[in-house]
């Protein structure tokens, strides 16, 4: 929360569930997926995508078998929140 009240404050817009279908010198061309609507923004000088994610469990197989004691979470088994990960290692805390 305090992240997003300091670069809102500095004039950081989020544009959340927008599809971006072009970029045009300082303009996108965006799709709002609930919305149906195609709209421009312009003035644009920087985009930041937040988009996809993957497991990356390389460190755990890197690991495997020269630890006596190696368990896996969070993004290691799936893509998903972070509350998610804190869930499953505050479980796994628990039963070691």
Do not use: W
């Not at 000088?45 to 190696?70: H, M, S």
């Amino acid at each position: 929360m305090p992240f997003y009240m300091r670069v809102r404050a500095k004039g950081v817009e989020f544009s959340p569930n927008m599809l971006l279908i072009g970029i045009s010198g300082n303009t996108l061309t965006v799709f709002d997926i609930y919305a149906g609507v195609i709209s421009k923004k312009e003035g644009i000088n920087t985009v930041v995508l937040a988009a996809g994610n993957r497991a990356d469990d390389q460190l755990y197989k890197e690991l495997k078998g020269k630890v006596r004691q190696l368990h896996r979470v969070g993004d290691c088994v799936s893509p998903r929140r972070a509350l998610e990960a804190i869930y499953e290692g505050y479980n796994l805390g628990r039963i070691l």
